[in-house]
């Protein structure tokens, strides 16, 4: 690789939404049925390589139950790109997630890329959530189905960022 850079990357949104599972399948290409949810923050390392550039992302796994809410300006605070997660089966995680938008564009980095990623796309016949697209269109965020267990998008929905970030 010619180029190589740091992106401080963070996944934020409720609590079930799936963000570990889907930093695992990125990670280590694994799915874990019961994954546990997240105490605080987990932190992972990786290196991807596109055409002629890498970039090390350094990835802050938050933890979306409520009472861990007042740790998250750390882990956004600096970050190139911020995924924010929902479960498309759950109309309250995108609730969540459009706080999670706002909470960003007031108080985080004009700089932070914002994608918005719905994920657990495999249980389709299970979806409530049908307004994101346009939602992230109208507050010029990145937006993509994904599914952790299925490997669905997920990559993309990384290297997207990691395209932007390079743009910068
Ligand atoms: P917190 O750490 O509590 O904030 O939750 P989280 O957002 O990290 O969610 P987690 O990755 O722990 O996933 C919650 C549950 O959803 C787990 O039982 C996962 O197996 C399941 N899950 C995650 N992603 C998917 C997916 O894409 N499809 C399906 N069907 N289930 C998923
Ligand atoms: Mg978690």
């Given amino acids: 690789a010619n180029r190589s850079n740091n992106a401080k990357l963070v996944l934020l ?20 049925e019961f994954q ?21 992302f350094d990835i802050w796994d938050t933890a979306g139950q409520e009472r861990y809410h007042s740790l998250a300006p750390m882990y956004y605070r600096g970050a190139a790109a911020a995924i924010i997660v929902y479960d498309i089966t759950n109309q309250a995680s995108f609730d969540r997630a459009k706080k999670w938008v706002q909470e960003l564009l007031v108080q985080g980095s004009p700089s932070t890329i914002m994608a918005l990623a719905g994920n657990k796309a495999d249980i389709l016949d299970a979806r409530r959530v049908s307004e994101a697209q346009r939602y992230a ?4 965020l990145l937006f993509m189905e994904t599914s952790a267990k299925t490997a669905m998008n997920q990559r993309s929905s990384f290297k997207a960022n990691q395209h932007k970030a390079l743009q910068e």
Avoid: P, Y
């Fill in 13 to 32: 949104g409720d609590a079930g939404a799936g963000k570990s599972s889907l930093v695992l399948r990125f990670v280590k290409n694994q799915f874990i």
């Fill in 36 to 56: 546990e949810s997240t105490i605080g923050a987990a932190f992972f390392s990786q290196t991807l390589s596109v055409d002629d550039a890498s970039v090390k």
């Fill in 137 to 140: 269109l109208d507050n010029g």
